[in-house]
């Protein structure tokens, strides 16, 4: 039988032992600094941690104090000097490694996954029993079966008859159905409670902060804005977009980054929190257009983000999401000898772009085309469909 053990281990106070830890600290002061997703440091200082505990491992000889496991928290002893350890250790491991550093020794702390002995664990209850499978309607596939399952999922989270409450996961559903669908459920319902759901991606990772559902009395009227702005959810998405919106609300550079997903959740939320508040802070209502062309992460993290700086500053800001929509492919003339026979010129795949329910589609230039001409408008740049208000 193995156990996990713990023991403190005074190494010699030498040059090699003091610029190891030395090193180490200052890893560890560069890693708590690092960006969300920047692992540089972070995989510097765990190298840097296990060669002082090869080391320590190694010195067979060496004085070997045996203290209780550590369960949590920072467990990092940093050299000789007190000040320098981790906070939260246990009294018998601050005893054992003052009582190296009274010897002249560096004091390591070290824990061993398969000691002699056996584990004592109590017994937490049986698992969880797995999930109901889900199925489709019959008939309904594709696009349209990852809509109603993300659908059901919120239903099921907003079940007050649940004995746990089920995450909602918006991965690889696209960012307009996330968006109507979260507006959808985000709006107050008579004889239904705020509710806050778990968010989880497809990588295992889980958002910080649930998402507020049944939250906001969704208003039907605009009031009068003192502030109209365009934004590019991300930057660098389509650069045509540049000369009409008034800035990106998200620089793609520190977005999209490789991270768990729930991280770039959890940054996007704490950056548009903030500039929300930063935007209405010196005004009456701020009326901002949206323009998103996908990312999960950011879509949930920023719609999160507005509604919970709806629920504290209600009338502050209202939000019109614009879908992108793919520009039809050029069609071709006669004279250019891609017709096939019985293909007429007209018979582009411009009519396959989605629209918007009441026909709106605005072009990168800005112009909203009236529903009455029955066609989307011949434009050579990207086009977007406006997608239902956010606004309470």
């Known amino acids: 039988m193995s156990t996990e053990r713990a023991w403190v281990i005074g190494l010699p106070n030498d040059p090699w032992t003091n610029s190891l830890v030395n090193d180490i600290r200052s890893a560890s002061d560069r890693a708590r ?55 939260g250790l246990s009294a018998d491991i601050v005893d054992a490694a003052s009582g190296l550093v ?11 996954s398969y000691a002699p002995g056996d584990t004592a664990a109590a017994f937490l209850g049986g698992a969880d029993a797995p999930a109901e499978t889900w199925a489709a309607d019959s008939g309904v596939f594709g696009g349209r079966a990852v809509e109603a399952r993300f659908r ?18 918006p991965s690889g559903i696209n960012h307009a159905i996330v968006t109507e669908i ?17 968010v989880e991606y497809r990588d ?25 702005l365009r934004f590019a ?20 550079a520190e977005i999209s980054r490789p991270r768990p997903a729930a991280l770039t959740d959890d940054l996007v939320y704490d950056i548009s929190l903030r500039q929300l508040g930063e935007l209405c802070r010196n005004e009456t209502h701020v009326r901002l257009r949206m323009y998103q062309t996908g990312l999960e992460t950011a879509v949930v993290g920023f719609y999160r983000a507005l509604t919970t700086h709806l629920m ?7 939000v019109q999401p614009m879908y992108y929509v793919a520009a039809p492919n050029p069609k071709k003339t006669s004279t250019e000898g891609g017709n096939k026979p019985g293909v007429s010129a007209g018979s582009g795949r411009g009519d396959r772009n989605p ?38």
Do not use: Y
């Not at 009274?102 to 390591?108: K, M, N, T």
């Not at 589609?361 to 800005?366: I, K, L, M, N, P």
């Open 312 to 318: 504290m500053f209600p009338g502050s800001v209202s």
């Open 152 to 169: 059901a999922q919120i239903v099921e989270a907003l079940n007050p008859g649940t004995d746990r409450r089920v995450p909602i996961s």
């Open 102 to 112: 009274s010897e002249g020794l560096v004091p390591v702390l070290l824990a061993a």
């Open 182 to 198: 979260l507006r959808e459920f985000v709006a107050s319902q008579p004889g239904s409670s705020k509710t806050n759901a778990p």
């Open 355 to 392: 629209r918007s329910p009441n026909g709106d589609v605005d072009c990168a230039g800005g112009r909203d085309v009236d529903s009455a001409q029955g066609q989307s408008p011949v434009i050579e740049t990207s086009t977007f469909r406006k997608g239902t208000m956010w606004m309470a």
């Open 204 to 228: 295992g990772s889980k958002s910080a902060h649930p998402f507020p559902l049944r939250a906001l009395p969704i208003l039907d009227n605009l009031p009068p804005a003192s502030l109209d």
């Open 233 to 252: 959810l991300l930057s660098i998405r389509h650069t045509e977009m540049d000369a009409v919106v008034n800035g990106a609300w998200l620089r793609n």
């Open 33 to 87: 600094k690092a960006e969300p997703g920047d692992r540089v440091d972070i995989a510097r200082f765990e190298a840097l941690a296990t060669r002082l505990e090869l080391a320590a491992m190694s010195h067979l000889d060496g004085r070997r104090i045996s203290v209780a496991l550590p369960h949590c928290g920072p467990t990092m002893l940093f050299g000789q000097d007190s000040g320098n350890w981790s906070s």
